[in-house]
């Protein structure tokens, strides 16, 4: 029992809690700094955040000291860690899809969102079983359909 509640105070960044912490210097993702900034902001530990997100401590540590995300978390990981971070999904699930090289847009364009929120999340829901380069492939075709469509605007 004493080694639970040791382990509630790990992992706030700056404390000597034998947690790794990414070294000044060394870049860190983006979901690692929103998920360190909350920590630092709130006093809380990666246990706190786990608690209030439904979540494994585990996978909070992992998400918090990963500077290489192979893949965004599941969607499911994204709701539960917003909860327990206590900010908008949308920031986390745009954080999450940064780190992996993706870029993620939260608002579709005006008149749009109604008819293709099914496809929208069908796309966002999916990208975690792509591997790393087919990924790199939808996201070079994405760039290529903005930049056609961003060039009809122009003219």
């Known amino acids: 029992m004493t080694a639970h509640a040791a382990d509630d105070r790990r992992g706030l960044p700056g404390e000597s809690s034998g947690d790794p912490v990414p070294a000044p210097g060394h870049a860190i993702n983006p979901l690692q700094r929103l998920i360190q900034q909350r920590l630092r902001e709130r006093g809380w ?42 900010v908008p999904v949308s920031a986390v699930r745009a954080a999450a899809a940064e780190s992996t090289g993706l870029h993620y847009y939260d608002e579709a364009p005006a008149g749009q969102q109604d008819k293709d929120d099914r496809d929208r999340e069908l796309l966002i829901a999916s990208i975690d079983e792509l ?25």
């Open 131 to 155: 591997s790393p380069d087919d990924r790199r492939h939808v996201a070079a075709l994405v760039e290529s359909l903005r930049n056609r469509a961003s060039a009809r605007k122009d003219r």
């Open 45 to 86: 530990s990666y246990g706190e955040v786990a608690r209030r997100g439904g979540l494994p401590r585990s996978t909070v540590y992992t998400l918090a000291v990963t500077r290489n995300l192979v893949r965004p978390p599941r969607p499911a990981t994204i709701d539960a860690l917003a909860r327990g971070l206590d």
